[in-house]
Each structure stands twice: as structure tokens, then as C-alpha cells.
């Protein structure tokens, strides 16, 4: 690979892509963030969505939007919910100088829950000392209810970081989780110095929701460096193995190695690798067509379907990006454990192509479809399996989310409707949200001179995040109720002066 397709020149492709999806209008100027009367502190990236004709999928689109160029983002990172038309549904932002990934939803002790990682990524202009996209010290994995209430943290134990790239809550109501670290080691057999450092990485299960280590397998003891594509550096820390997925098949764990190309099968139980799918040790043969680079997110569906996202891209060192191996894609791989060959099963390209440097999903949708988040590049599809275009969601540029869901959830705030009355113009009206209800359908309006005398002004259809809703009848205090499909009450709002 020759050097001297830099960051830029990837920047400048995204952006390339963006034109083509979106129309020279739509790249033309950098679009403003969200903005709502009746939720002044949330600043949400506004969605683009286009949709196809075909079946598509339930659910609500999951995403973390960030930035992890020098631009800075539009709106705030953080974690969104949103519906199919690309409305919000629920928004959090990130505190102050941190992102989150892997937002997801799943279920804790029968329960549904969403679960994230959150803190500092070592990413341009905030590089430190580790390797770009490693997690910073004080990173860790959040846990809330769907009323939107904290139920607890978890952190890496055993003096190891949370890793960004996964989080997972098991059957058995644990966490398994990546882990990461740097340790000093004699690097001069890979061409380094002899008392250089390295990041290694560990599978970690811990017990929920205490965080008490109950598993782990380091990467370190059990891949060899030599499997490593990346070149020790000449200055900083070496980066010979970056894991970014990990899942529990039985007593299989998946794991996906983005810096050694391969897919391991670890036994559980012995902690030994019973077989590996791509790379310099490859138990299985790959034909041509189904060789990858740089991959994210391995899954195994059953005994023997492998999905990936094939990133095909890049080297990423300290000073830019190496050439492209080739577009990126989504990637299904059938194994055949007996003959240890695979065979492609789908290959989802994007059109036109993209050049993934980073991150990246695909996930297999209840009905059969295929949802690929297309990681540091802004934009989400989904595809039949056949590989019909159903649907394209885009961030606004230079916005990104590690990983793209859709996933069904039902959520219900804890606290209460947000109303504000205020003029717009020459009319006074109503502006109503209620962040994360995904039950309501409706907002009653009422009004009244005192809080025993309120009578009902109108109804109105909840039309989008924010519900606006005109006033024709002064009253000095005003009150919104939420309803649901059948007219019942599911919330309220304090009473707001007129």
C-alpha cells in the first residue's frame, strides 16, 4: 500500500458522497442543528431520510453522532433515538468533551434497558499518546431504563479501560464487554524499539451490577503480534490488534480483530482459538471475492453464516491514511466447518461507493432485511437481503455514528411534559415535547384562570419532537396533557403562566 491517501483525501471522498446522495444543494452549506422551544438544551444533528418502495423493517433507528475529525459536529454528540422519518425521538448529549458509542437497546433481567459507552476517544485534534480510536482512562458503560433514569455504570476492571466498540448484556444478566490497555514490551522482532509499548485488548465479562470479574481473555496471550497488519511506529504506541466486536455463540466467542483482518472462534472453555477467518493465520479459505480488510462487527448468525462490515480501509497511523484496499461493504460469509472453505454468500456495496476508514455495522433485521451503518461516513441503509435499496439516512457531514440500529423500544419519561407558551410573530402558542415518550399520540391544550379551573382548549396530533399548537383562547395558566392511542392520559406538563 503506497502512503499518501491522508485524512483529508478521505474527508474530501465522504464529502464527494454526500454531493452524490444528497444533491449539490443539500452540500452546499453546513446545516444547523436542531432546536426546540420546549427543550432549549437538546441540539440534536437533523436526519435526511429517503425511503424506496418495498417492506421495510419495524423500529427506531439508533445512532451516537459525533465527530472524530477536526471539524466539530452539527449539534451536540450524544445519543439518539429516532422514527423512520428521521424526527427525534429521544436525545442525551454527551457531556462536554466526551462521546458515546454502541448506543444501543437491550434487556436486563427481562427488562428493556439502553446501554452505551461514553468518554474520550483519542481522535484528531485531541490526540494523546494512544493510538487513534483507543478509549481514554475514565471511560465506561451507562445503563438506563426506558423511563430514562441512570440505573448504574460499569468500568473495565482489573486496571483496564472500558472499549468503545462493545458492550453486551447476557442471558445471564452480565456484561461482556472489550477492555483495553497499554503494556511495555520488546518490540525489536516486529522492527521497534526494545522497550517499547502496545495497546492489547481483553474480552471481559463482569457480574451486573456490582462489575465483579467473573472472565477474561487478553488478546495478547493468545494472538501472536506477527498476525499484526500495522507496522510498529516509529514514535508512540503500537496498535497490533484493535478489537471492536465480540459475541457469545454457546460456548464460542466471536471476536472481530480489526488490525490482523481476522475473525476468531475462541473456546470458551479452554480459551483456545478453534478457528480464524481471514488474516496471516486463516484456518479457512477465502476465495478472492470474499477477502477483508480493516473489518467491524462480526456476527455469527447459526452455525455458520458469518456477517461483517468489510471497512477495506485504511492504515491508519499517526500521519493519515494508507490507500484503500477497496470500497467498503457489508459481507456475508458462509463456513463450512468440514471442508474449512467459505463462500460468499452477499456483498452490499454502497452506490456509489464509499471509503470506510472506521467503524461500521451490519445488522440482520427482524423479516430478513439488512441495516449497514456505514460508520465514520454519515449515513445508514437498509437493504433487502437480495441487496434492493429501501432506505438512506444521513447525518449531516462531518457527523458520524460508530454503529447504526434498528431496534423496537417503548419508552415512558419520568418526568413531566415540557410546555412553554411564548408568541411567534403575532400569535401565542403552545410549544410541547416530551423527550423519549414513544406512546403519545396526542396533546390536549388546556386553560383557565386558576389550577382547579382549567378547561380543555383543543387537541391537537403530536406531529413531530415538537408539537406546536396555537392559542386562540388567553387564560392566565396553561397545561398539556399527553395521550395515547385510545385517549388516556400517560403525562402532563406543569402549569405554565400565559
Not at 177 to 188: E, I, K
Request: net charge positive; aromatic share 10%; glycine share 10%.
Amino acid at each position: 500500500m503506497g502512503r499518501g491517501f491522508r485524512w483529508q483525501a478521505l474527508c474530501a471522498v465522504g464529502a464527494t458522497a454526500a454531493t452524490l446522495l444528497a444533491g449539490p444543494a443539500a452540500a452546499a452549506a453546513r446545516p444547523a442543528p436542531d432546536s426546540f422551544r420546549s427543550a432549549p438544551g437538546l441540539h440534536p444533528p437533523p436526519l435526511r431520510v429517503n425511503t424506496y418502495p418495498g417492506r421495510h423493517a419495524s423500529g427506531l433507528f439508533f445512532l451516537a453522532p459525533f465527530s472524530s475529525n477536526s471539524e466539530p459536529p452539527v449539534g451536540q454528540p450524544g445519543a439518539l433515538i429516532a422514527n423512520g422519518a428521521g424526527e427525534p425521538v429521544w436525545f442525551h448529549p454527551a457531556p462536554a468533551g466526551e462521546e458515546i458509542t454502541d448506543f444501543r437497546a437491550q434487556r436486563y433481567r427481562g427488562q428493556p434497558v439502553l446501554t452505551w459507552w461514553q468518554g474520550r476517544i483519542a481522535v484528531t485534534p485531541r490526540l494523546t499518546n494512544l493510538p487513534v480510536g483507543s478509549p481514554e482512562p475514565g471511560a465506561r458503560f451507562y445503563v438506563y431504563s426506558n423511563r430514562y433514569q441512570p440505573l448504574f455504570t460499569v468500568s473495565a476492571p482489573a486496571g483496564w479501560t472500558a472499549d468503545l466498540h462493545e458492550f453486551l448484556i447476557t442471558p445471564r444478566n452480565t456484561a461482556l464487554f472489550l477492555a483495553a490497555r497499554t503494556v511495555p514490551a520488546n518490540l525489536t522482532p516486529y522492527g521497534g524499539p526494545a522497550h517499547g509499548e502496545l495497546e492489547d485488548f481483553a474480552i471481559q465479562e463482569v457480574s451486573l451490577p456490582e462489575g465483579k470479574l467473573l472472565y477474561q481473555w487478553d488478546l495478547l496471550e493468545h494472538i501472536p503480534l506477527s498476525q499484526a497488519q500495522t507496522k510498529v511506529p516509529k514514535n508512540g504506541i503500537w496498535d497490533p490488534y484493535h478489537a471492536n466486536s465480540v459475541q457469545e455463540v454457546g460456548e464460542t466467542l466471536v471476536l472481530s480483530v480489526r488490525n490482523t483482518w481476522a475473525v476468531y472462534g475462541i473456546s470458551r472453555k479452554t480459551g483456545q482459538v478453534v478457528w480464524q477467518v481471514g488474516g496471516k493465520g486463516s484456518t479457512f479459505q477465502l476465495p478472492p471475492r470474499g477477502r477483508f480488510f480493516w473489518q467491524h462487527d462480526a456476527r455469527l448468525h447459526g452455525t455458520s453464516l458469518l456477517s461483517l462490515f468489510d471497512d477495506g480501509c485504511c492504515n491508519i497511523t499517526a500521519h493519515g491514511l494508507e490507500n484503500p484496499e477497496h470500497p467498503a461493504r457489508g459481507l456475508v460469509l458462509s463456513l463450512n466447518f468440514k471442508t474449512h472453505r467459505a463462500k460468499v454468500v452477499a456483498a452490499y456495496p454502497h452506490r456509489p461507493p464509499l471509503y470506510v476508514p472506521s467503524q461500521g455495522n451490519v445488522q440482520f433485521l427482524a423479516g430478513g432485511n439488512r441495516l449497514i451503518g456505514w460508520g465514520q461516513l454519515p449515513y445508514t441503509t437498509e437493504l433487502t437481503a437480495k441487496g434492493k435499496l429501501l432506505l438512506e439516512l444521513a447525518l449531516p457531514a462531518p457527523d458520524e455514528s460508530y454503529r447504526s440500529f434498528r431496534l423496537p423500544w417503548t419508552g415512558q419519561p419520568n418526568g413531566p411534559v415540557s410546555l412553554v407558551v411564548a408568541r411567534r410573530g403575532r400569535r401565542l402558542m403552545a410549544f410541547v415535547s416530551w423527550n423519549g415518550a414513544t406512546a403519545v399520540r396526542s396533546y390536549a391544550l388546556y386553560g383557565g384562570p386558576a389550577k382547579r379551573k382549567l378547561h380543555r382548549l383543543r387537541v391537537v396530533a403530536k406531529r413531530s419532537f415538537q408539537t406546536t399548537i396555537t392559542i386562540y383562547h388567553r387564560a392566565r395558566l396553561y397545561q398539556v396533557l399527553a395521550l395515547d392511542g385510545k385517549g388516556k392520559v400517560i403525562g402532563r406538563s406543569k402549569l405554565v403562566g400565559g
